[in-house]
């Protein structure tokens, strides 16, 4: 029996500006830092010992995996990087504020575009188009990204292509050790953590429309050997 723990980043600068954040990288805000920390109390307050952990390659993810482990004393725990854990790619929505693309497109069409299952966001036309958004370096042409073959990096994304590009992740990694009776800790983001929960609960296409996953909020998974689910609780 394993244990499987899912932990959104804490608010992000980007969050508390209300803008659409996908791949460009930024920094957890203030109440980021705080939100990953409790986090971290909390899974100290569950005694959940972890043998492995894995986040993506963007800094919000990774130090809400750093501040949740130190405060729960665990901060040696191996760790896996890998962009296929990254949010989803939001396109050319990427940097905007999302109160100003609700006026632009409508509010029913801005909801589609961020919770629905496969609707595509407006896509980027190529890796040049947004080389620089908000003061951020397009990710095409971060160092991170040198050994992703070129056409595989995403002009946009909707969680069902979200879900296609975390999979093998999940096959290759995640999935080995938690079939090997390890506890596992995944520090990653709101869109590629519904991924894995619709892909875990088999949610339908329709009913993850509704799935929110909560900033700093660990979810803890008690898994069978063969991977269903006995129990799932979030802790607060």
Do not use: C
Request: charged share 30%; hydrophobic share 40%; proline share 3%.
């Amino acid at each position: 029996m394993a244990k499987l723990v899912l932990i959104r980043h804490g608010q992000s600068e980007w969050n508390a500006l209300n803008l659409f954040n996908g791949w460009v990288d930024t920094k957890l805000s203030d109440q980021g830092i705080e939100q990953a920390k409790k986090a971290g109390e909390l899974l100290k307050e569950e005694g959940i010992v972890f043998d492995k952990a894995y986040t993506s390659v963007l800094t919000r993810a990774i130090t809400t995996l750093h501040y949740a482990l130190e405060e729960a004393g665990q901060l040696y725990v191996p760790e896996e990087k890998s962009w296929r854990l990254n949010e989803r790619h939001y396109g050319a929505l990427q940097g905007q504020n999302k109160a100003d693309a609700a006026k632009k497109w409508g509010d029913d069409q801005v909801h589609i575009w961020r919770r629905s299952y496969d609707v595509l966001p407006p896509l980027l036309e190529n890796y040049e188009e947004h080389v620089e958004v908000q003061g951020k370096t397009y990710p095409a042409f971060d160092a991170r990204y040198a050994d992703v073959p070129y056409g595989e990096l995403p002009l946009g994304e909707n969680l069902k292509v979200t879900l296609e590009r975390v999979l093998p992740f999940w096959e290759a990694k995640i999935k080995k050790d938690l079939e090997a009776g390890k506890n596992v800790v995944i520090g990653a983001h709101g869109n590629s953590l519904r991924a894995l929960v619709k892909h875990l609960e088999n949610i339908s296409d329709d009913d993850i429309l509704n799935v929110e996953i909560a900033n700093g909020q660990p979810i803890v998974y008690d898994l069978a050997a063969d991977l269903s689910i006995n129990d799932k609780k979030t802790l607060k």
